[in-house]
């Protein structure tokens, strides 16, 4: 079996983050989603999330290409996640391109390329408007 994991928000979901979710689940069998928590967001990231992380946990987990959503707590945790869970192909978002070329010591590394016309970040200025 080929395993797959991701990172992310995915804060306010929307067909980019699912159109990531499929294309990183054809890269394998089972896809895993590390999910940012709300303390890593705040404090890590100086984002605010609109959903709480049990309801973006809750909406990744009702997608059929997500088959198991763990939290993401720190920057520092993806090699041992890679390790424990037994990692094949480590993807993300081709804005985070090169970022994190250092996990290719332990799993392959795939950035795919972003939905271009939305995001999460286009979405909150929008409704701002």
């Known amino acids: 079996m080929k395993k ?3 990172y992310g928000t995915y804060d306010l979901l929307h067909y980019g ?6 294309r990183a689940k054809a ?6 989603v590390a999910l940012s928590t709300d303390e890593f967001n705040w404090d890590e990231k100086q984002k605010k999330c609109y959903f709480p992380y049990s309801e973006r946990k809750r909406l990744l987990e009702s997608i059929r290409y997500v088959d198991l959503v763990i939290p993401e707590n720190s920057w520092d945790q993806k090699v041992s996640d ?12 081709d804005d985070w ?4 070329d250092f996990l290719k010591e332990y799993c392959d ?11 999460t970040t286009q979405i909150k ?5």
């Open 27 to 32: 890269l394998g069998d089972y896809l895993i």
């Open 97 to 100: 391109e090169g970022k994190f």
């Open 4 to 6: 797959i994991i991701t």
């Open 109 to 119: 590394v795939v950035y795919l390329p972003r939905t271009p016309e939305i995001s």
């Open 82 to 93: 890679v390790q424990e869970f037994k990692v094949d192909t480590f993807v993300m978002g």
């Open 17 to 22: 983050h699912v159109n990531l979710l499929q």
């Open 125 to 129: 200025q929008d409704l701002k408007k």
